[in-house]
Nanobody, 120 residues
Framework: QVQLVESGGGLVQPGGSLRLTCVAS????????MGWYRQAPGNQRELVADMTKGGIANYLDSVKGRFTISRDNAKNTVYLQMNTLKPEDTAVYYC??????????????WGQGTQVTVSS
């Protein structure tokens, strides 16, 4: 089983920055994409950003220009740099990995979630 270990959440003032990190612990595992979702109370979980192994990134419209996703494929690690944070960015952020032990697999794996709170 793949374990995803997240770090970097916390409390920040509006306009501040945070960097989330997620490490996929399993070696010999084929990762197709890595990314971040978020879920605020009363809302559905939504994709914030993801990136394929080839480096193609996809962003939620409301975070474009403020958030940047990056990957270190050698370390099975994905980062989310969040700048100019707004109160509406407050949510639990979940790391997501899509892949499997076979190259064709597209199984979803989830981290435990890390709280991001933007408040003055």
């Amino acid at each position: 089983q793949v374990q995803l270990v997240e770090s970097g959440g916390g409390l920040v003032q509006p306009g501040g920055s945070l960097r989330l990190t997620c490490v996929a612990s399993k070696t010999g595992f084929n990762i197709y994409s890595m990314g971040w979702y978020r879920q605020a109370p009363g809302n559905q979980r939504e994709l914030v950003a993801d990136m394929t192994k080839g480096g193609i990134a996809n962003y939620l419209d409301s975070v474009k220009g403020r958030f940047t996703i990056s990957r270190d494929n050698a370390k099975n690690t994905v980062y989310l740099q969040m700048n100019t944070l707004k109160p509406e960015d407050t949510a639990v952020y979940y790391c997501n990995v899509v892949g499997g032990y076979y190259n064709w697999q597209r199984t979803n794996y989830w981290g435990q979630g890390t709280q991001v709170t933007v408040s003055s």
